[in-house]
Nanobody, 124 residues
């Protein structure tokens, strides 16, 4: 069983940056693919980014490509999401998720474990 705890959310002005962290419990973190998703008010949860267990494959949603950077530190059981050039459209609750099959999946149903989410609010 993997437990995920996100941190690093907050209020930032448009154009600013935030770095989200997702700390995982358990000894199998290094074998999990990890993903970030977000859910804005009144909208469905959407894929943001994912990284394969080894870190060698990474995917981004078109809406964040070139602005967000996902990374992982398997020694620290942590995955990060560096978010730059933030816009009000990035305002959402951000969730990290773990895929025990190890891939960098873009579909929610590939992830078995989810964090509680962290709020990111970007003011204009």
């Amino acid at each position: 069983q993997v437990q995920l705890v996100e941190s690093g959310g907050g209020l930032v002005q448009a154009g600013g940056s935030l770095r989200l962290s997702c700390a995982a419990s358990g000894r199998t973190f290094s074998s999990y693919g990890m993903g970030w998703f977000r859910q804005a008010p009144g909208k469905e949860r959407e894929f943001v980014s994912a990284i394969i267990w080894s870190g060698n494959a990474i995917y981004y949603a078109d809406s964040v490509k070139g602005r967000f950077l996902i990374s992982r530190d398997n020694a620290k059981n942590t995955v990060y999401l560096q978010m730059n050039s933030l816009t009000p459209e990035d305002t959402a609750v951000y969730y990290c998720a773990a895929n025990p099959r190890g891939g960098a999946a873009t579909a929610e149903n590939q992830y078995d474990h989810w964090g509680q989410g962290t709020q990111v609010t970007v003011s204009s």
